[in-house]
């Protein structure tokens, strides 16, 4: 089991960020944004390692309220697709942020399930707050309930294939284990080198 001192978690959530940071500069698409959580207006890490991405302090209580104030806030720019990711999948393939929008096309909503019973991946065309209420985030059941919420609000959704992502020192030792097969060094490179 892995287990890391608390000193090094801030490194090992910085590298996650880095990663991410990585394979969504690779998608196309009209503005890249970050939302974040810090006492400091522009935090200097965030715009040294994401110079391209538009930052947006988090705003609201609870996750639910932020990730509909974050699709909010690019949706006020008429953005006519948007994505969100968390930065917990640092080997994420690039492919599936590309497959949400493309579903995106077809559908109200894109969801990318992973094994635990929540989502690395949210997609959506409008957000709407009733989305995100009655859900008890950081349970197994957060993907089924957001998948009740849509239907209630005759939202057409989509479902990306699975994946995972590291909520739990379990799910630390699979991305070592799936790193040290994958050959292809770019991916998660950041993850690789402090996972070493």
């Known amino acids: 089991e892995a287990c890391i001192p608390k ?9 996650f960020l880095r990663d991410t940071i990585n394979t969504a500069s690779k998608v196309k698409c009209e503005e890249k944004f970050l939302a974040y959580e810090s006492p400091y207006r522009i935090p200097h890490f965030l715009s040294a390692i994401a110079p391209s991405f538009r930052l947006f302090r988090q705003k609201g209580r609870g996750l639910g309220r932020r990730m ?15 994505v969100m990711v968390g930065s917990d999948a640092p080997d994420l393939p690039v492919e599936y942020l590309e497959g949400a929008f493309r579903k995106l096309d077809n559908h109200d909503l894109v969801l990318g399930p992973t094994r635990d019973g929540g989502y690395y991946l949210i997609g959506l065309k409008h957000s709407d707050p009733a989305l995100f209420r009655g859900i008890k985030w950081s349970s197994g059941k957060v ?3 957001t ?16 994946w995972y992502d590291v909520d739990y020192p379990e799910a630390l030792d699979l991305l070592e284990r799936r790193l040290k097969e994958n050959k292809n060094k770019g991916i998660a490179r950041w993850t690789r080198r402090f996972l070493g």
């Open 7 to 15: 000193r090094r978690c801030l490194d090992l959530y910085k590298s």
């Open 68 to 82: 509909h104030n974050a699709f909010l806030y690019r949706s006020e720019d008429k953005a006519s697709k948007m």
């Open 143 to 145: 993907l089924e309930d």
């Open 147 to 162: 998948l009740k919420n849509a239907e209630r609000l005759k939202k057409k959704t989509a479902l990306l294939g699975i």
